[in-house]
T-cell receptor, first 110, second 115 residues
Framework: DAKTTQPNSMESNEEEPVHLPCNHS???????IHWYRQLPSQGPEYVIH???SNVNNRMASLAIAEDRKSSTLILHRATLRDAAVYYC???????????FGQGTTLQVKP | SAVISQKPSRDICQRGTSLTIQCQVD?????MFWYRQQPGQSLTLIAT?????????ESGFVIDKFPISRPNLTFSTLTVSNMSPEDSSIYLC????????????FGQGTRLTVV
């Protein structure tokens, strides 16, 4: 399974945008880029996913580099409730398994 | 949205005993997954459970230690056998409804402490 690299932690101020980077230089053509987050004492929840094009949904935006070797999750206005561990995951088109890395712990300051 | 529930939410068990964790989904799903999350760590996939077939285990996990049942399309169990303190973790079940690249849903987890 292709691996991802994320910063261990990031800080943001409330109501400011947050850009969470992810490197995945060994991504293959069939790998989808998925983002999940885990709030304290909860199971992970889906945020967004994409293959090649940038994606937007009600929670966030996903910007994918043209060579697909990196991506950025964008939270447009961080709130205190967005404090969580954010996982960037490459989902194999063959197995469909989610293999979690260490993720980025996002702290949001009021 | 989807409803997925796990039982028990937490338990404290004696070493050498076994605990069976149940995962119930509100609708029929093809693939279910079991994860372990050790204290302060990320999630590690234990196995994939498809209805009507043997579970597929990831490297480092074996059926004797973590037997899994999948009797129908809405239910699965994970048993942690012959427990030791090293098995103290959060165990989570997960599922996807359809194609491999739809979103996955996770239960709240079972917090297991082995004493």
């Amino acid at each position: 399974d292709a691996k991802t690299t994320q910063p261990n932690s990031m800080e943001s101020n409330e109501e400011e945008p947050v850009h969470l980077p992810c490197n995945h230089s060994t991504i293959s053509g069939t790998d989808y880029i998925h983002w999940y987050r885990q709030l304290p004492s909860q199971g992970p929840e889906y945020v967004i996913h994409g293959l090649t094009s940038n994606v937007n949904n009600r929670m966030a935006s996903l910007a994918i580099a043209e060579d697909r070797k990196s991506s950025t999750l964008i939270l447009h206005r961080a709130t205190l409730r967005d404090a969580a561990v954010y996982y960037c995951i490459l989902r194999s088109g063959n197995t469909g398994k989610l293999i979690f890395g260490q993720g980025t712990t996002l702290q949001v300051k009021p | 949205s989807a409803v997925i529930s796990q039982k028990p939410s937490r338990d404290i068990c004696q070493r050498g005993t076994s605990l069976t964790i149940q995962c119930q989904v509100d609708s029929q799903v093809t693939m279910m997954f079991w994860y372990r999350q050790q204290p302060g760590q990320s999630l590690t996939l234990i196995a994939t459970a498809n209805q009507g077939s043997e579970a597929t285990y990831e490297s480092g996990f074996v059926i004797d230690k973590f037997p899994i049942s999948r009797p129908n399309l809405t239910f699965s169990t994970l048993t942690v056998s012959n427990m030791s303190p090293e098995d103290s973790s959060i165990y989570l079940c997960s599922f996807r409804r359809g194609h491999q690249n739809t979103e996955a849903f996770f239960g709240q987890g079972t917090r297991l402490t082995v004493v």
